[in-house]
């Protein structure tokens, strides 16, 4: 069989399970039901605002996580890779760089440690769960040595712009000389979630590199028959998943207005299960960013519900992880069919 024929026989379908994504988006609005009663507050638009924020995060992360999910990887280090990308950005602040090229030296950085994964498993022939691992202690590491175990405080004003700015927020002065806030506004974090999802989908719906990712997910050697960069798109995917978990790293630390070596711990595994309940396989092949969006939400509904309802963070560690148990098995039964 000749490249050009295996190309003509396969079937490239950059779109999730639909049934799946329908089912995923049902649990989400039930979910919003559910907490609505529980909590009239749920339903309101700072409760809104605020369940936006706290999701940009792992949404950011989940859209990385997805693409290398789809070629059947897996990127256990974005956790770690996050912090060590707002050390970067915070100790070049402190060295006199701006706020704005110091935080692109940072997903740049992000970006670097998922060009190393993406190499090492390409290249070195190491499986992602241990390529990735590896990083994940190497990346802590460094963020850890870099600072001391220390926090890198006084970054000045213009460094929390990013995690704490609002569009179209709207502040009325009362007559007694207090501000009033009209509206709270629709915060960064929550627009540039929305901008990165829907350049991730429209690279993997609408470019060839989404086209590749897919074919590698799908069936390795016969993308690779079909005249593929197998090694390429997969470096691609890691590379891209680095670079996104060093903005989402750039946008939680400009939240706390501090760099914070120590954060971003069990963040992938937020990543992968908002991945995995969205409709994306373990086995490869099949994701969507917009699935993986609805799977952020749900676990940014859930923790928000949770916490409104009074539940400790311990038992909403336990409903989650039940939830992505859950998923996955649906995965699997999805597979077997």
Same mark, same amino acid.
């Given at each position: 069989?000749?490249?050009?024929?295996?190309?003509?026989?396969?079937?490239?379908?950059?779109?999730?399970?639909?049934?799946?994504?329908?089912?995923?988006?049902?649990?989400?609005?039930?979910? %919003?039901?559910?907490?609505?009663?529980?909590?009239?507050?749920?339903?309101?638009?700072?409760?809104?605002?605020?369940?936006?924020?706290?999701?940009?995060?792992?949404?950011?992360?989940?859209?990385?996580?997805?693409?290398?999910?789809?070629?059947?990887?897996?990127?256990?280090?974005? /956790?770690?890779?996050?912090?060590?990308?707002?050390?970067?950005?915070?100790?070049?602040?402190?060295?006199?760089?701006?706020?704005?090229?110091?935080?692109?030296?940072?997903?740049?950085?992000?970006?670097?440690?998922?060009?190393?994964?993406?190499?090492?498993?390409?290249?070195?022939? %190491?499986?992602? !769960?241990?390529?990735?691992?590896?990083?994940?202690?190497?990346?802590?590491?460094?963020?850890?040595?870099?600072?001391?175990?220390?926090?890198?405080?006084?970054?000045?004003?213009?460094?929390?712009?990013?995690?704490?700015?609002?569009?179209?927020?709207?502040?009325?002065?009362?007559?007694?000389? !207090?501000?009033?806030?009209?509206?709270?506004? %629709?915060?960064?974090?929550?627009?540039?979630?929305?901008?990165?999802?829907?350049?991730?989908?429209?690279?993997?719906?609408?470019?060839?590199?989404?086209?590749?990712?897919?074919?590698?997910?799908?069936?390795?050697?016969?993308?690779?028959?079909?005249?593929?960069?197998?090694?390429?798109?997969?470096?691609?995917?890691?590379?891209?998943?680095?670079?996104?978990?060093?903005?989402?790293?750039?946008?939680?630390?400009?939240?706390?207005?501090?760099?914070?070596?120590?954060?971003?711990?069990?963040?992938?595994?937020?990543?992968?299960?908002?991945?995995?309940?969205?409709?994306?396989?373990?086995?490869?092949?099949? /994701?969507?960013?917009?699935?993986?969006?609805?799977?952020? !939400?749900?676990?940014?509904?859930?923790?928000?519900?949770?916490?409104?309802?009074?539940?400790?963070?311990?038992?909403?560690?336990?409903?989650?992880?039940?939830?992505? %148990?859950?998923?996955?098995?649906?995965?699997?039964?999805?597979?077997?069919?």
């Amino acid at each position: 069989m000749t490249a050009k024929q295996v190309t003509s026989g396969m079937r490239f379908l950059p779109t999730g399970s639909a049934l799946h994504k329908l089912s995923a988006l049902l649990t989400l609005l039930l979910l %919003i039901a559910a907490f609505s009663f529980t909590s009239p507050a749920f339903l309101s638009v700072n409760n809104g605002l605020t369940v936006l924020l706290q999701t940009s995060v792992i949404g950011i992360l989940a859209i990385g996580m997805t693409m290398v999910i789809i070629t059947g990887g897996i990127d256990l280090s974005v /956790g770690s890779v996050l912090a060590l990308a707002g050390v970067v950005a915070g100790l070049v602040i402190k060295a006199g760089v701006p706020v704005a090229p110091a935080m692109a030296l940072g997903v740049l950085a992000g970006a670097a440690c998922g060009l190393v994964n993406g190499i090492v498993i390409s290249k070195m022939r %190491i499986t992602p !769960f241990v390529a990735t691992l590896g990083m994940m202690m190497i990346a802590r590491g460094v963020a850890l040595q870099l600072t001391g175990a220390a926090p890198i405080s006084r970054l000045g004003e213009a460094f929390g712009l990013l995690g704490n700015g609002t569009f179209f927020r709207i502040v009325e002065m009362q007559p007694n000389g !207090f501000p009033k806030v009209i509206f709270p506004g %629709i915060p960064y974090p929550a627009v540039l979630l929305v901008l990165t999802a829907l350049l991730g989908a429209y690279l993997l719906q609408k470019r060839q590199i989404g086209r590749h990712i897919f074919s590698v997910g799908s069936n390795e050697e016969a993308a690779r028959l079909s005249g593929v960069n197998v090694d390429r798109t997969k470096i691609w995917a890691y590379t891209a998943s680095g670079a996104l978990a060093g903005l989402a790293g750039m946008v939680l630390m400009s939240r706390l207005v501090t760099v914070q070596p120590n954060e971003g711990v069990m963040y992938e595994l937020d990543a992968i299960a908002a991945s995995v309940i969205g409709g994306a396989s373990l086995m490869g092949g099949v /994701g969507s960013i917009s699935g993986s969006m609805i799977g952020a !939400f749900i676990i940014g509904v859930l923790r928000n519900g949770l916490n409104m309802a009074g539940t400790s963070a311990f038992i909403q560690q336990i409903i989650i992880g039940i939830v992505v %148990i859950g998923a996955v098995y649906i995965d699997q039964i999805r597979n077997r069919n």
